[in-house]
């Protein structure tokens, strides 16, 4: 495992936001769903995509909390300019766990 310096870690946004829309994302090469993400009044809406369609529904994204990158620059993927990247993990499956604060916390709020 490679190591970085806390300068380096520091330089990563992560921030907290909120899944305000979500939609399948039928021009992606794999099941995704593009997602627009608040991340309060400071950063605002972000879009993103996300493959993340093995352990959820558009519906159930809608309002959860979730951790992203927000100081990426923005990707082209298709026709879609994603903005963000949302996080999570892949279980003994490989399906994509999403990264979610255990406790409200404020809109943009940084991981700590």
């Not at 330089?11 to 991340?39: C, H, M, N, S, T």
């Not at 093995?54 to 909390?65: A, M």
Request: proline share 8%; aromatic share 8%.
């Amino acid at each position: 495992m490679a190591t970085i310096s806390w300068d380096d870690f520091t330089k990563v946004e992560l921030r907290v936001g909120r899944i305000v829309q979500a939609e399948v994302f039928a021009q992606a090469r794999k099941p995704a769903f593009k997602l627009q993400v608040d991340f309060g009044p400071e950063i605002g809406l972000r879009k993103s995509s996300a493959q993340i369609t093995d352990l959820y529904t558009p519906e159930s994204l809608v309002g959860k909390l979730v951790v992203a990158v927000v100081n990426f620059p923005p990707k082209q993927i298709g026709p879609l300019m994603s903005e963000c990247l949302v996080t999570g993990f892949h279980d003994e499956n490989g399906a994509v766990a999403l990264c979610v604060p255990d406790r409200p916390v404020p809109l943009g709020a940084r991981l700590c």
